[in-house]
C-alpha cells in the first residue's frame, strides 16, 4: 500500500474565496484521483489527476472550479474556487500505485467548512 | 450514475454477533474493493476481488466476488466495538475507464455492548 497525506486537514472558508488541498504519496504511483464525500453520502470522482497533462473531470465538475495539478508521480493539489456553502465536504485523494494490482488507497481527508 | 445497489443501509448488532452486507448491479464488474470509513477518516481498504467466485479473507472479514460478476458480499464474523463505522464496497465495471471506481452508498454498523 501507500501513504498518503493531504494538507489542510481541516479549514474553514469563507463564501467567495478559494482554497487549495495538497496531497502527497510516499511512493511514485500512476494514478491518483480527487474524490468529494458530502456530508452523511458515499464518494464522488471529482477528477483524475493526470501527470504532465490537464486532469479529466467527471459529469458534473469543470476545471474552472475544481482545477487540479499534478506536476509529478508523488504530489497533486485540488483548488476549490469561489467557494460557497455548497462545497463543504470532505475532499478525498486517493492512489492506484499501478503495479499489476487494481486496489485503491485514498487519504484521510480534508474537511471543509464554507460559511 | 451510481450503479451499484448496497444493502442494508446501516446495521445495529450486538458484540459477537455475525454481520453481512452485499453490493449488487446490473452490470458485469471485475474488479470489486471493500473499504472501511471511520469518522474522520478517510476510506481504508480491507478486501479486493479479481475473479468470479472467489472469497476472501482478512482477519474476521470474508468478502466473496459473486459468480454472475454483478454482486459481492462482505461478512464480518464475532463483530466488536471496533467493527463500528460505514462500510463502502467499489467495483470497476469492464466498461470504466482505467482507475475509476463506482461506490456504494454504504452500510452503517453500530456494534453494541
Redo the contacts between chains.
Keep these: 500500500?501507500a501513504v498518503?497525506s493531504q494538507k489542510p486537514s481541516r479549514d474553514i472558508c469563507q463564501r467567495g474565496t478559494s482554497l487549495t488541498i495538497q496531497c502527497q504519496v510516499d511512493s511514485q504511483v500512476t494514478?491518483m484521483?480527487w474524490y468529494r464525500q458530502q456530508p452523511g453520502?458515499?464518494?464522488?470522482?471529482i477528477a483524475?489527476a493526470n501527470q504532465g497533462s490537464e486532469a479529466?473531470y467527471e459529469s458534473g465538475f469543470v476545471i474552472d472550479k475544481f482545477p487540479i495539478s499534478r506536476p509529478n508521480l508523488t504530489f497533486s493539489t485540488l483548488t476549490v474556487s469561489n467557494m460557497s456553502p455548497e462545497d463543504s465536504s470532505i475532499y478525498?485523494c486517493s492512489v492506484?500505485p499501478g503495479q499489476g494490482?487494481?486496489?485503491?488507497?485514498?487519504?484521510?481527508?480534508t474537511?471543509l467548512t464554507v460559511l | 450514475g451510481?450503479q451499484l445497489n448496497q444493502s442494508p443501509q446501516s446495521m445495529f448488532i450486538q458484540e459477537g454477533e455475525d454481520v453481512s452486507m452485499n453490493c449488487t448491479s446490473s452490470s458485469i464488474f471485475n474488479?470489486w474493493?471493500w473499504?472501511k470509513q471511520d469518522p474522520?477518516?478517510?476510506?481504508?481498504?480491507l478486501i479486493?476481488l479479481?475473479k468470479a467466485g472467489e472469497l476472501t479473507s482478512n482477519g474476521r472479514l470474508t468478502a466473496q466476488f459473486g459468480i454472475t460478476r454483478k454482486d459481492s458480499f462482505l461478512n464480518i464474523s464475532a463483530s466488536i466495538p471496533s467493527d463500528v463505522g460505514i462500510y463502502?464496497c467499489?467495483g470497476?465495471t469492464t466498461t470504466d475507464?482505467?482507475?475509476?471506481?463506482q461506490?456504494?452508498?454504504?452500510t452503517q454498523v453500530v456494534v453494541t455492548p
Excluded: C, D, H
Design positions: 500500500s498518503i494514478m484521483f453520502q458515499s464518494l464522488t470522482l483524475t479529466t478525498l492506484e494490482a487494481n486496489e485503491q488507497f485514498f487519504g484521510p481527508g474537511r | 451510481q474488479t474493493l473499504y474522520g477518516e478517510g476510506p481504508v481498504l479486493a479479481y463502502f467499489a470497476r475507464s482505467w482507475g475509476k471506481l461506490f456504494g452508498a454504504g
